[in-house]
């Protein structure tokens, strides 16, 4: 069997151990049921197998948590450039980064502001696959991976909170405390976000523009 790639582990298996772990502590008696003692970090224990298996899960609530936080920020950062609603890059590099988008794709008519979200995302991917093929790409791939790893940790201490407060509802120091690393979790995600979307427009900048046409 293939080994987890640090993607995984920071995206699934961490969470997925947190939440497994969160469970065993706040509901003894889950032992029975989830071998948690039985997660190794060397190989595929069936502790890794179940952690893995529950980031995944966590991760549709990871997904409910991301849409509506970057709802409140007008969109996530790698929009910003398109609407301008927070300022991501310097005024110049912004319009450095709309010249080199209208090269790379051959359309100097192309109007960022005009674009709409859905294509903006299809060309962002399009930027990043330039970054990466030009092997440029670690730094943004390592904030994406911690991203990923927050996102998680916020999906699995909110279901810690709604399993602390179902199982030990007097138990309000541990509910605030929860609740206090939901919050964390949450800002440690949308500073991660913000610099990935940074480095992904800076990376591109630092592209020639045969780059630019030849990955993208």
């Known amino acids: 069997m293939r080994q987890f790639d640090l993607h995984e582990f920071l995206g699934y298996i961490a969470p997925g151990m947190l939440l497994l772990v969160g469970i065993r502590c706040i509901w003894p008696d889950a032992e029975k049921v ?6 190794t970090f060397g190989g595929f224990g069936i502790g ?3 952690a893995y298996a529950a980031g995944q899960l966590l991760q549709t609530l990871g997904n409910g948590i991301e849409k509506a936080w970057w709802g409140l920020w007008s969109g996530m950062p790698t929009d910003w450039l398109r ?6 890059v310097a005024p110049e590099q912004s319009v450095r980064v709309e010249a080199k988008i209208k090269r790379m794709l051959a359309n100097e008519s192309f109007d960022i502001s005009g674009i709409s979200a859905k294509h903006w995302y299809s060309i962002i991917r ?3 696959a330039a970054v990466a093929g030009a092997g440029r790409g670690t730094r943004i791939d390592v904030f994406n991976g911690h991203y990923g790893l927050c996102r998680g940790m916020a999906a699995s201490l909110l279901v810690l909170v709604v399993c602390n407060l179902v199982t030990n509802l007097p138990a309000w120091k541990i509910h605030i405390l929860l609740i206090i690393l939901v919050g964390l979790s949450v800002f440690r995600m949308h500073q991660f976000g913000v610099r990935y979307g940074r480095e992904v427009f800076v990376q591109f900048l630092e592209l ?4 630019d046409r030849r990955d993208g």
């Open 208 to 211: 020639s523009d045969r780059q």
């Open 48 to 50: 890794v197998v179940l």
């Open 34 to 39: 989830l071998p948690v003692s039985s997660i």
């Open 126 to 128: 399009q930027v990043y």
């Open 83 to 88: 609407t301008g609603k927070h300022e991501l």
